[in-house]
């Protein structure tokens, strides 16, 4: 129904215009022209602004890349009145590949110490169990560290 009203709103629109026209002089309809001209520059420039970033945002939702701009027509996404086509717009994100999100480096780079201090380090009761070479490298190995600290 909206879209019913919408088409005979548009066409009302075209014939108070067509009437207007009729009854200008040459050089009002040279100057109409003129704003009209510019008015579609104006809005084919920014339809195409508001393309690009349309397809940035649903690319970036759903987690794709777009190629390049230079690679794209842009002017395919727009409908017939000049505005942005969103469903031709998800229709060509949902179409691209989505790419594995791996990070550049480590992630636990920088964050310091991780765990307790006793992490891997031996308790009384597993020296009782040991023997004296056992001991000395368990020493040399540092897993009594906390113990002789007495942190155990």
């Given at each position: 129904m909206?879209?019913?009203?919408?088409?005979s709103?548009?066409?009302?629109?075209?014939?108070?215009?067509?009437?207007?026209?009729?009854?200008?002089?040459?050089?009002?309809?040279?100057?109409?022209?003129?704003?009209?001209?510019?008015?579609?520059?104006?809005?084919?420039?920014?339809?195409?602004?508001?393309?690009?970033?349309?397809?940035?945002?649903?690319?970036?939702?759903?987690?794709?890349?777009?190629?390049?701009?230079?690679?794209?027509?842009?002017?395919?996404?727009?409908?017939?009145?000049g505005?942005?086509?969103?469903?031709?717009?998800?229709?060509?994100?949902?179409?691209?590949?989505?790419?594995?999100?791996?990070?550049?480096?480590?992630?636990?780079?920088?964050?310091?110490?991780?765990?307790?201090?006793?992490?891997?380090?031996?308790?009384?009761?597993?020296?009782?169990?040991?023997?004296?070479?056992?001991?000395?490298?368990?020493?040399?190995?540092?897993?009594?560290?906390?113990?002789?600290?007495?942190?155990?």
């Amino acid at each position: 129904m909206s879209r019913k009203n919408e088409a005979s709103f548009k066409e009302a629109h075209r014939e108070l215009d067509q009437l207007r026209s009729a009854g200008m002089s040459e050089q009002e309809r040279a100057i109409e022209a003129a704003r009209q001209e510019a008015r579609t520059a104006a809005l084919s420039e920014m339809n195409e602004r508001l393309v690009a970033a349309e397809l940035k945002a649903q690319a970036a939702a759903a987690g794709t890349s777009l190629p390049d701009a230079d690679f794209l027509n842009l002017n395919r996404f727009l409908d017939g009145e000049g505005t942005p086509d969103t469903e031709a717009i998800a229709a060509f994100v949902s179409a691209l590949p989505t790419t594995k999100h791996t990070p550049a480096y480590r992630q636990d780079l920088g964050l310091g110490r991780q765990g307790t201090s006793t992490a891997g380090q031996l308790t009384r009761s597993d020296l009782s169990r040991m023997t004296p070479a056992q001991v000395n490298k368990a020493r040399d190995e540092g897993r009594l560290d906390a113990l002789m600290r007495g942190e155990l």
